[in-house]
């Protein structure tokens, strides 16, 4: 069963930490927490060579299968929480912060193209001892679940790409916008994060303005490596090798897409659904390009009925 949402209690706290006078930070934690708690979720994180990585798994085990949750460029693991309280009861979920992202290791000389971050996923997956497992992705990261079931098929049971990247032959609002010199994915100054989040998605969740404020910060702070992870992407030219190499994907594959998805235009779905051999294509009306944040109960129970029709 679904866990219940937390709304109540999330406010009921707030209150309380504003009427203490907390510091932002404070309520940045304290709702970051009880958003993790109430989705069934428990931060960790591993060691792997010199970096560290951080994640989020089930604060209790079941007997489920795993699902592995990738974010997008810019994201981290905290994307997932709303998605994975639908799912925390029945699966083993862990969320990752890639290299370059959320509370993981930031180096900018890494090697931050797709292929590269589809290696370190591979590291990360065996450093945990996941063996095969449901495998979601979100923008760069449904570019990154593709090319991992590509690479790594017997590790993978299913793969549902939310607004993948990796091919962008219909052009969105943000290539002309990029194309300007204007990116509204690279926060770098106050009210900047705001703008990204009214242009990557269509129906925003509430976020009370302290904990908005520090999450502003947090994505100001990490423009260096923003820029780096995105020029390493545009300028791989990897596009006609990305279609090439999804075609060989042998697990059943999900796209779910929002309709409204300004960063990367939605008809493309069309042409993973063509390119993947047996993929399934949804397309939810009113959404922008992050389902699992906008429509989690809806991006849930599509991932669920998939599943079951594979069984």
């Known amino acids: 069963m679904p866990r219940q949402a937390p709304f109540t209690l ?54 489920g299968d795993a699902i592995v949750m990738i974010h997008g460029f ?31 290791s930031k180096p900018l000389d890494l090697g931050y193209s797709l292929e590269e971050q589809t290696a370190h996923l591979a590291d ?5 001892k996941i063996g095969e497992a449901h495998i979601m992705g979100n923008s760069m990261g449904g570019a990154i679940t593709a090319l991992y079931a590509a690479n790594y098929p017997d590790q993978v049971k299913t ?21 300007e010199g204007d990116n509204p994915l690279i926060p770098a100054k106050p009210g900047d994060f705001k703008r990204l989040m009214n242009f990557a998605l ?21 423009q260096a ?6 020029t390493a992407i545009r300028d791989s030219g990897y596009e006609s090798e990305f279609r090439d190499t999804i075609t060989h994907i042998q697990d059943p594959v999900l796209v779910i897409w929002g309709r409204e998805d300004r960063v990367i235009d939605y008809r493309n779905g069309e042409l993973f659904a063509e390119t993947i051999p047996d993929a399934r294509l949804e397309v939810l009306e009113g959404i922008g390009h992050a389902p699992m944040i906008e429509a989690p109960e809806e991006s849930a129970r599509l991932f669920l009925e998939f599943i079951d029709d594979q069984r």
């Open 10 to 63: 999330f406010f009921l706290v707030i209150t309380a930490l504003l009427l203490s006078a907390c510091s932002r930070q404070s309520l940045y934690d304290t709702a970051i927490n009880l958003e993790r708690t109430s989705a069934g979720l428990e931060a960790d994180s591993i060691q792997l060579g010199e970096l560290q990585i951080t994640y989020l798994r089930n604060q209790e085990r079941n007997n």
């Open 74 to 104: 810019g994201a981290n693991k905290d994307n997932w929480t709303r998605l994975a309280s639908e799912l925390t009861s029945d699966f083993n979920v862990y969320a990752i912060d890639l290299p370059g992202h959320g509370e993981s």
């Open 124 to 128: 990360i997956l065996k450093a945990l």
């Open 159 to 179: 793969a549902v790409l939310f607004d993948p990247a990796g091919i962008l032959e219909y052009e969105s609002e943000l290539v002309d916008l990029v194309l």
């Open 202 to 222: 269509e129906e925003k969740p509430f976020v009370p303005w302290p904990v908005l404020e520090v999450m502003e910060e947090k994505a100001i702070k990490n």
């Open 225 to 230: 490596v923003n820029k780096v992870i995105f």
